[in-house]
């Protein structure tokens, strides 16, 4: 698996003239996952159904923010600590401080070190190693390789190259 980054340009604020540095930015391809998405993958991977693993899961979130709006944080072991932090306005006065000056709060989250990315090269569990593969290297792969599909791909006889009819009988696929 590898995750895609593109290089930015960042303007270095302290700096009049507009200098800056390029930093790699992490970028997220297609849509997110959804809870379907997981629980599917989830239920092949167990004996549960998909609808167990569904439901646990709303079950898992309805509590985890009844604990967390009843003051507590939520500690999931070999995942992260999940809590609140309010953003507030700071007063002069001890008495002058009060719920009315909190003007957000933001569930936050502090992953366990069992998850957080490791980017030792050491690493030897493939499924905890990340590869980095820069925007452009992708572009110009898939670049040549649709040019050489391109200029390989033979037309289909009597069609326009599409892959033929719908309508035929399909006995060559071994799907059908």
């Given at each position: 698996m590898s995750v895609t980054?593109?290089?930015v340009f960042r303007k270095n604020p302290q700096q009049k003239d507009g200098s800056g540095k390029f930093y790699p930015q992490l970028l997220v391809w297609g849509?997110?996952?959804t809870l379907d998405t997981l629980s599917d993958r989830m239920a092949y991977a167990s004996s549960l159904t998909q609808g167990d693993i569904k439901s646990v899961l709303v079950n898992f979130v309805t509590e985890m923010r009844r604990e967390l709006y009843n003051g507590h944080s939520v500690n999931i072991d070999g995942f992260g600590v999940f809590g609140l932090s309010a953003q507030s306005v700071g007063t002069e006065k001890k008495?002058?401080?009060s719920a009315d000056n909190i003007k957000a709060v933001r569930i936050t989250f502090r992953a366990s070190s069992?998850?957080?990315p490791n980017l030792n090269s050491a690493t030897t569990r493939l499924e905890d190693r990340i590869d980095f593969v820069s925007l452009e290297s992708q572009l110009k792969r898939l670049n040549v390789q649709?040019?050489?599909d391109?200029?390989?791909e033979e037309p289909e006889p009597g069609g326009s190259g599409t892959g033929g009819n719908d309508d035929e009988d399909d006995t060559n696929n071994p799907l059908a």
């Open positions: 980054y593109k290089p849509k997110s996952a008495e002058d401080c069992a998850i957080r649709e040019d050489d391109a200029a390989t």
